[in-house]
């Protein structure tokens, strides 16, 4: 039997569950290994990072979402200030494991989560006191360049590609103690060369077990949503995106594996069914978050099918990603009928020649874009709209087009975040190739929060002006454009201005008391 430790370090103030760590610690599972988990969720971790708010925190000050209780009668997300790195030598100690893994490829739209987990990890495994316990790393920063991952971080071999199956392998290789070499996937240093040994095939989704959730604790099954606290978690029905936009890790995940047919993978309606009923009733869920890149890329004639099925026998509420292009009637019919709460839209950009050019999104136009999302309103399903601010070759004009469209729109929940130029995505090699980002900067430098600040320079929008249209976004999209003046004003910064500020964001807040 091999024991893995999967080290989570995660800073948000609600729990994270990461879809492949439950898969890796299932299949161990299944064959006699024995798997725990170090989650860093509910231990105050600001002072490792130099953090003074979380992602949650950030998302309700600006607006963008409802405010919710920390503390309930069933939950209570409170942070323990405790010595951290100890805690997890504690953990060492008493569990002994052979292995130690953090950062898992995902192909899931939570990438942001991968990212911090790989150079959060990073920080905490520095500090630890590890000995000979070999480290592994999974995920597409570390992959984008395994060569300094290897020579300049504690990680002893990357797993570039899907890893559940990798992950049995060597616990398999450490039971029989055979060498770890030919293992397929992994990459390493021997003496001063690097190999990287052939991929696996992608994995065939149904011969995947059913996820172990187990190793997480109880309270990060209590996730807010508009602003109440339920029992959800993150799943998916299917794996990878055929899109090939420029500020996502998907294109690089594909490319990975040499861009095949076969990228885009979905679960049969019978796997769909079985698995998700077994965990609706297994962690007592209340909703459940598909995490699915694009969910609505699957045929009308299969979600249909679908639809009848999950009401009749699964019967829980969810939430959904998709892409703006992929709507139709049809579509929002099966929905509605399976119980969908809210979609999540990416729009980015308003402005289409930034979006073809330079962002290469799907291709929409915003009036296409405006009656899609109109659509979703007439069926009754929430939705949010994603945006992003600070890409290279943007202007002022285009950041006023991304509001325009979500003025009109007035979806129920919008967001606005700034590029963030990850390892892995297209758009960052592109940023240093036009001096947009310096070529030395990487991991935490590139990103702190995406909802704080941008790593960018030299863009085309001054800095002050564009924080101050990020952080005003909800404003100009929500209230009549006789505010837009006042609105305005607030850019400047002095006690009128603040005073004007506040006043708006209570009167935009008031808003809450009206959707769900």
Not at 127 to 146: L, Q, R
Not at 331 to 358: D, P
Not at 468 to 474: A, G, P, V
Request: net charge neutral; hydrophobic share 35%.
């Amino acid at each position: 039997m091999a024991k893995l430790l999967i080290l989570q370090p995660n800073t948000d103030s609600i729990g994270r569950q990461s879809i492949p760590t439950a898969l890796i610690s299932s299949l161990l599972k299944k064959h006699n290994h024995d798997v725990e988990l170090f989650d860093t969720t509910f231990m105050d971790t600001n002072y490792l990072y130099e953090k003074s708010t979380t992602h949650e925190d950030a998302n309700v000050e600006l607006g963008f979402f409802k405010n919710f209780k920390l503390k309930g009668e069933n939950y209570d997300f409170s942070k323990k200030k405790i010595d951290v790195i100890e805690a997890f030598n504690q953990k060492i100690r008493e569990f002994k494991p052979d292995f130690i893994s953090f950062s898992h490829w995902g192909s899931q739209l939570h990438g942001e989560g991968e990212f911090f987990a790989f150079f959060h990890g990073i920080k905490i495994i520095d500090k630890a006191e590890i000995g000979n316990i070999p480290i592994f790393v999974g995920g597409t920063a570390p992959t984008a360049d395994v060569d300094d991952t290897l020579r300049n971080s504690p990680v002893n071999y990357v797993v570039r590609g899907e890893g559940e199956m990798v992950f049995l392998d060597i616990a398999n290789s450490i039971d029989k103690n055979e060498s770890f070499k030919n293992i397929k996937n992994l990459s390493y240093l021997e003496g001063d060369q690097l190999i990287s040994n052939p991929l696996r095939p992608l994995i065939p989704l149904d011969e995947l077990p059913f996820a172990d959730f187990d190793i997480y604790d109880d309270r990060t099954f209590y996730r807010p949503y508009h602003g109440n606290i339920y029992r959800c978690m993150d799943y998916e029905l299917s794996r990878g995106c055929l899109y090939n936009c420029t500020f996502c890790i998907s294109p690089f995940q594909r490319n990975t594996y040499g861009s095949p047919k076969n990228f885009r993978r979905e679960k049969s309606i019978k796997k769909i069914i079985e698995e998700i009923s077994y965990l609706k009733k297994r962690y007592k869920l209340d909703i459940i978050r598909y995490q699915d890149e694009t969910f609505l890329s699957i045929k009308e004639d299969k979600l249909i099918e679908l639809a009848k099925e999950y009401k009749k026998k699964v019967n829980l509420p969810f939430i959904i990603e998709s892409t703006i292009n992929t709507v139709t009637e049809k579509k929002l019919i099966a929905l509605k009928e399976m119980g969908c709460l809210s979609i999540s839209f990416g729009l980015e950009s308003g402005n289409e020649n930034l979006r073809k050019t330079v962002i290469k999104k799907p291709n929409f136009t915003n009036e296409q874009a405006i009656k899609n999302l109109k659509l979703v309103k007439k069926y009754g399903i929430s939705f949010n709209i994603f945006n992003m601010v600070g890409f290279p070759e943007e202007t002022v004009d285009m950041v006023y087009d991304t509001i325009e469209v979500n003025h009109i729109v007035k979806p129920p929940y919008c967001q606005v975040g700034f590029f963030q130029p990850w390892e892995g995505v297209a758009l960052r090699d592109y940023s240093i190739d036009k001096n947009y980002l310096s070529k030395n900067s990487k991991g935490l430098e590139n990103s702190k929060d995406n909802l704080t600040s941008t790593p960018m320079q030299n863009l085309l929008v001054d800095k002050s002006k564009l924080q101050h249209l990020h952080d005003k976004f909800q404003l100009y999209v929500y209230l009549d454009k006789m505010f837009w003046p006042l609105i305005n004003f607030t850019e400047k910064n002095n006690f009128i201005s603040k005073i004007i500020h506040n006043f708006l964001l209570r009167v935009l807040k008031l808003r809450f008391k009206f959707i769900n």
